[in-house]
C-alpha cells in the first residue's frame, strides 16, 4: 500500500521559512514520476505550488517564484519543499502528489500557517 506522509508544517511568522517533507512508502520513485506539492485554503480548489521530474525543470506556481523549492532525493523516496520569505497569503493545507505509472497518489495534508 501506497502511503506519503508529509510533515513540516506549522506556524511561521511573515518572512520566516519552513521546510516540507513527503516520505513515500510503498513506492519506489522512478526516473519519470512526476512529484510536486499542492495548497489548498477554504472556498478555494486546490492549486499547484511545485512540481518536478526527474532530469526536468521545476515547475513553481508564479506567486512562489524566487521563494519555493522543490527537491526530490530517489533514493529516500522523499520530495522536499523549501519556502522561504513565507507570506500570510501561503497559508494553507499543503499535499504532496506522486504521479507515477498512470497513477496518482496523494498524501494527507499539513498545515502551514502564516502570521502578519
Known amino acids: 500500500q501506497v502511503q506519503l506522509v508529509e510533515s513540516g508544517g506549522g506556524l511561521v511568522q511573515a518572512g520566516g521559512s519552513l521546510r516540507l517533507s513527503c516520505a513515500a512508502s510503498?513506492?519506489?520513485?522512478?526516473?519519470?514520476?512526476?512529484v510536486g506539492w499542492y495548497r489548498q485554503t477554504p472556498g478555494k480548489q486546490r492549486e499547484l505550488v511545485a512540481a518536478?521530474?526527474?532530469?526536468?525543470?521545476?515547475n513553481y506556481a508564479d506567486s512562489v517564484k524566487g521563494r519555493f523549492t522543490i527537491s526530490r532525493d530517489n533514493a529516500k523516496n522523499t520530495v522536499y519543499l523549501q519556502m522561504n520569505s513565507l507570506k500570510p497569503e501561503d497559508t494553507g493545507v499543503y499535499y504532496c502528489k506522486v504521479d507515477q505509472n498512470f497513477r496518482v497518489y496523494w498524501g494527507q495534508g499539513t498545515q502551514v500557517t502564516v502570521s502578519s
Open positions: 518536478i521530474i526527474s532530469g526536468g525543470s521545476p
Open positions: 510503498g513506492i519506489i520513485f522512478s526516473i519519470n514520476a512526476m
